[in-house]
């Protein structure tokens, strides 16, 4: 099993680009979900997933929007980026809810976007 | 304003030492509370789970305590090795319909031979 995928790896825009950061997972996991993580903080939730077709929001969405098609990929989309972006960003999933009873979460490598 | 205060923001220690890193939390109504080991460059890796109900468990050299009276928890870090080199994260999971997680900001520990 591949786990939690992520890609690019390292992304460098110009403020008011879009793009999307893919995110897939081989587990077969219902729940999935965007983090980013900034210097000094705790990770942030940005969207999650608990089933294909069903997504919801998370701490801090604005600026970011997800899609669920299928079990296996979580895409992230960056409408328009902005220099507060600049952030490494996570991909999770998890076999039920990430916090109830011993739901163990899975992250992806991470993409590292530096927004200019 | 955090929930998760992780002490010492970082921490130095020799190989072979053994070191405690902190986590005091005020989320309520407590569900779980984890620890993970995030290596740089790296996504976080889970190293324990406990519920309410547990105040010890183990993962090798690893084992973390819990008191859900007073909202502390420690990880303690026995022989530790150059590998152990990572930011340490500990999150709370607070019960309800979704199980919200907050996390602490991490503890960076360095050990050098």
């Known amino acids: 099993n591949a786990g939690v995928t992520q890609t690019p790896k390292f992304q460098v825009l110009k403020t008011g680009q879009s793009m999307t950061l893919q995110c897939a997972q081989d587990?077969?996991?219902?729940?999935m979900s965007w983090y980013r993580q900034d210097p000094g903080m705790g990770l942030r939730l940005i969207h999650y997933s608990v089933g294909a077709g069903i997504t919801d929001q998370g701490e801090v969405p604005n600026g970011y929007n997800v899609s669920r098609s299928t079990t296996e990929d979580f895409p992230l989309r960056l409408l328009s980026a902005a220099p507060s972006q600049t952030s490494v960003y996570f991909c999770?999933?998890?076999?039920?809810?990430?916090?109830?009873?011993?739901?163990?979460?899975?992250f992806g490598p991470g993409t590292r976007l530096t927004v200019l | 304003k955090n929930q998760v205060e992780q002490s010492p923001q970082s921490l130095i220690i020799l190989e072979g030492k053994n070191c405690t890193l902190q986590c005091n939390y005020t989320v309520s109504p407590f569900s779980n509370l984890r620890w993970y080991k995030q290596d740089t460059g790296r996504g976080p890796v889970s190293l324990t789970i406990m519920t309410f109900s547990e105040n010890t468990k183990s993962n090798g050299r690893y084992t973390a305590t819990l008191d859900a009276d007073t909202k502390q928890s420690s990880l303690h870090i026995t022989a530790s090795q150059l590998s152990d080199s990572a930011s340490y994260i500990c999150?709370?999971?607070?019960?309800?319909?979704?199980?919200?997680?907050?996390f602490g900001a991490g503890t960076t520990v360095t050990v050098r031979a």
């Open positions: 999770a999933s998890s076999r039920g809810l990430a916090g109830g009873g011993y739901n163990e979460q899975f």
């Open positions: 587990m077969n996991h219902e729940y």
């Open positions: 999150v709370v999971s607070a019960k309800g319909n979704d199980y919200k997680l907050s």
